[in-house]
């Protein structure tokens, strides 16, 4: 059971108090199109922002340029802390090395107390639904809750093929694919909007024909029609020659992401979105129930449910919009500009969901 002494950070009898009087955050219900079978495919891209997906879009990407044009997409989309390590008050670092984000992105949540926590995975796998992880880079060893994982020193080819692979030989529909390569071209903000820039060109060359090769073994499988994409990225990137994501640059907050599949509103853009956000919606696509958060009892209320937010307005027959918090905008503003701890951000969103 997970002691209540990591949460307090600092004001610790205000935010324990109001954290057992909050009420809890569910998804509210939303009617999921009615697809059988669903496949969703959570394609992420590290590091990339909005200007960088646009630009490679209008400059030869064209496999992206579909779900841009046929999907939708957001205009502001804030991740977790971009801080490299998740340190809790006590020192330790339930989640090992990897950035916040991508928990975020599983579980749908903004805070990260313990490794017990559901996610999309977990979730998967009740329903008996087959799942990968393939990601390019060491820090992913976290992710074991998935039916099929690998990690380290992959090339970006290797991820995908990867994933597909589960797709074609064990009928996997969950394939969260993480492409880690695109950095090693960076050199600095500019590349986000020039086409020449051999970080657009990585994009264009690369990138864009793996998610090319995505979409055709799904067409030939004849699964495409009820597959939905969430082409994401973990964070956003600096403003220095160097491929860093300093928390205390808020571009290293900005990311992006867009979604297409059925039901989808088609050609639309929403303002804002965060990335436990994602997890939210993978689950919707899949048709399944909500979210757990904690899988402890010993918890505030408010992490008994993820706080990510379900954006019912991207689905044909949804409303116009939904109420987001924007819990982390609202961190950003109230912190400007924020400083580089992890211990900082997590203090930051504890007092907002104790409100």
């Not at 820039?197 to 990585?202: D, E, G, T």
């Amino acid at each position: 059971m997970m002691s209540m002494k990591p949460l307090a950070v600092c004001c610790a009898a205000s935010i324990l108090a109001a954290c057992n009087t909050a009420p809890s955050r569910r998804e509210v219900p939303a009617a999921a199109p009615r697809v059988k079978d669903p496949i969703v495919v959570l394609f992420v891209i590290d590091g990339v922002d909005r200007n960088t997906a646009l630009t490679a879009a209008a400059n030869g990407a064209g496999t992206l340029a579909g779900p841009l044009r046929q999907g939708v997409t957001v205009e502001s989309f804030y991740c977790t802390s971009p801080a490299p390590r998740m340190v809790l008050p006590d020192g330790s670092l339930p989640w090992g090395t990897t950035t916040s984000a991508n928990v975020a992105m599983h579980t749908g949540c903004h805070v990260f107390e313990s490794r017990k926590m559901d996610d999309i995975f977990l979730s998967a796998r009740r329903a008996g639904i087959v799942s990968v992880f393939a990601g390019g880079a060491g820090n992913y060893s976290v992710f074991d809750t998935a039916s099929h994982l690998y990690y380290g020193n992959l090339s970006d080819e290797e991820v995908v093929e990867r994933g597909l692979e589960h797709f074609r030989k064990d009928g996997a529909r969950l394939i969260r694919l993480h492409l880690q390569r695109i950095r090693s071209s960076w050199s600095g903000p500019a590349d986000t909007r020039n086409p020449g820039s051999a970080y657009i060109q990585y994009f264009v060359k690369t990138v864009d024909p793996l998610l090319g090769k995505v979409k055709a073994a799904l067409e030939s499988a004849g699964a495409w029609e009820r597959t939905y994409v969430i082409l994401a990225s973990d964070h956003g990137m600096g403003q220095s020659s160097s491929s860093d994501h300093p928390p205390s640059i808020l571009s290293s907050w900005q990311g992006f992401l867009a979604l297409y599949g059925p039901g989808i509103r088609r050609g639309a853009t929403i303002a804002y979105a965060e990335s436990p956000d994602v997890a939210v919606m993978a689950n919707h696509f899949l048709g399944l129930p909500p979210l757990k958060g904690y899988l402890e009892e010993n918890v505030p209320r408010y992490l008994r449910a993820p706080t990510g937010t379900l954006l019912e307005h991207i689905l044909e027959g949804g409303p116009k919009n939904v109420e987001h918090p924007r819990l982390i905008e609202r961190y950003l503003v109230s912190n400007s500009p924020p400083g580089d701890s992890f211990g900082e951000y997590r203090e930051g969103i504890l007092k907002l969901l104790a409100r």
